[in-house]
């Protein structure tokens, strides 16, 4: 059953966003709506589990493109990761994607779709009365998802497809050191290959590359940076 808070208890809320300006004017926006709420921040994925861990948050309001550690490079890929583990270990926790990236989380569409807590999504585009919809949805409990673009189409990626896809286009690497990093056969990888690029509806066209269409139609759909 979704978690579904009462109007009377107290609010803790987490706000995680590296952009001084917008976690301030998150915070702001927040405070005045929920007065009597406890607001907290962070500004990477560091420690963020253990704080909620101790603190027991209900609401999580947070950025994609946030660096794992203070000094470190924001990249949506953090903010992927941290989140497919909170919703692991916090299944009823309430969550606001707030964000630039949120395409990316057809990466993660499975786990959205098993998450028992509120699950909303909230383009950095949007008004502050449209952000705030978001933030009571999930507190409510409800999902909204119809922002992420693919989520709805059927499209399945497995996990080591997005691995290869990182190896390839993120680290430089050919098919062989594929296969060492991810202790497979190149034939393996090569099927990785043929499955994700069938997924994406690439197929060999005379005078095209079809690694450069791969990397292409998968950065449209959100499955690489």
């Known amino acids: 059953m979704k978690q ?23 915070v702001d926006i927040l405070q005045k709506n929920y007065p009597n709420a406890e607001v907290l921040t962070a500004v990477n994925a560091d420690n963020v589990l253990n704080e909620i861990s101790i603190l027991q948050h209900d609401l999580i309001v947070m950025d994609l493109s946030i660096p794992e550690q203070n000094g470190l490079t924001a990249r949506p890929d953090n903010g992927i990761q941290l989140l497919k583990n909170l919703m692991k270990k916090y299944p009823n926790l309430n969550i606001v994607v707030q964000s630039a990236h949120v395409r990316t989380l057809v990466r993660i569409r499975l786990d959205i779709d098993n998450h028992k807590g509120g699950f909303t999504i909230a383009d950095k585009s949007l008004s502050s009365q449209e952000m705030l919809a978001r933030v009571d949805w999930a507190l409510k409990g409800l999902t909204h998802t119809k922002d992420i673009k693919g989520i709805h189409s059927g499209l399945e990626v497995k996990p080591e497809w997005i691995k290869v896809l990182n190896l390839a286009f993120e680290k430089g690497l050919q098919d062989k050191t594929i296969a060492e990093e991810m202790c497979v056969s190149e034939r393996m990888v090569r099927h990785y290959w043929s499955k994700l690029q069938d997924a994406l509806n690439v197929y060999p066209e005379e005078g095209k590359n079809i690694r450069i269409q791969t990397e292409m139609r998968a950065r449209e759909e959100g499955l690489i940076d």
């Open 4 to 26: 579904v808070l009462s109007a009377q208890k107290l609010l803790k809320i987490l706000v995680i966003d590296d952009h001084e300006s917008v976690l301030s004017g998150t």
